[in-house]
């Protein structure tokens, strides 16, 4: 094997012993596939776009960064610095979700209702307006990030781990 493919198969189990950012992922798309279900429950809707859509229940962004903050709690302790900066990022990322966010959302709404016969040059399509998130859809993504990370740290740790434990990566 050559110095170019060691380093990055070694570059690739560094990234699949990474933990926090798994279980902050994983909890980020689960939220999303969440979205999926309650589109079904609530709507009565198969609509596989909302996966790719933002905005919705749950916020994937706060169970990204929620889970990822918990997760870094996990693993360095909850009394450790980086994890008062994960936890302060997660609360900007949260609260710009439900008002910067939520708000430009309302804004291009409301822009969307006017004639397009105001405007110089009609638009090519309605603004987006699924952009941010309401309050309890922030709450449900906030919690359902350590719900997920933290379960995930303490009985699998990183996916490497969990792959040497399967046999499919020897350590």
Same mark, same amino acid.
């Given at each position: 094997m050559s110095f170019a493919n %060691?380093?990055?198969y070694s570059s690739f189990l560094e990234l699949l012993d990474n933990g926090v950012l798994a279980w902050g992922l994983a909890a980020c798309g689960l939220a999303q596939l969440s979205k999926l279900i309650f589109e079904l429950i609530f709507y009565q809707q198969?609509? @596989?776009?909302?996966? $790719?859509? +933002?905005g #919705?229940?749950? !916020?994937?962004?706060?169970a990204l960064? %929620?889970? +990822?903050?918990?997760?870094?709690? $996990?693993?360095? #302790? $909850? !009394?450790?610095?980086?994890f008062a900066l994960a936890s302060t990022i997660a609360f900007i990322v949260m609260y710009d979700a439900s008002g910067?966010?939520?708000?430009a959302g309302l804004t291009a709404a409301r822009l969307n209702q006017l004639p397009?016969?105001?405007?110089?040059?009609? @638009?090519e399509a309605p603004l987006k307006? !699924?952009?941010?998130?309401?309050?309890?859809e922030v709450l449900v993504g906030s919690l359902l990030g350590p719900a997920i990370a933290l379960p995930g740290m303490f009985f699998i740790g990183? @996916?490497?781990? $969990?792959?040497?434990?399967?046999g499919l990566i020897q350590g």
């Open positions: %060691t380093l990055s198969w609509r @596989p776009s909302v996966l $790719f859509e +933002t #919705g229940m749950p !916020s994937s962004h706060s960064v %929620t889970g +990822t903050a918990s997760a870094i709690g $996990f693993q360095v #302790g $909850f !009394s450790d610095p980086i910067i966010r939520r708000a397009s016969d105001n405007w110089p040059i009609k @638009p307006e !699924s952009l941010g998130h309401t309050r309890k990183s @996916p490497l781990h $969990f792959f040497e434990l399967l």
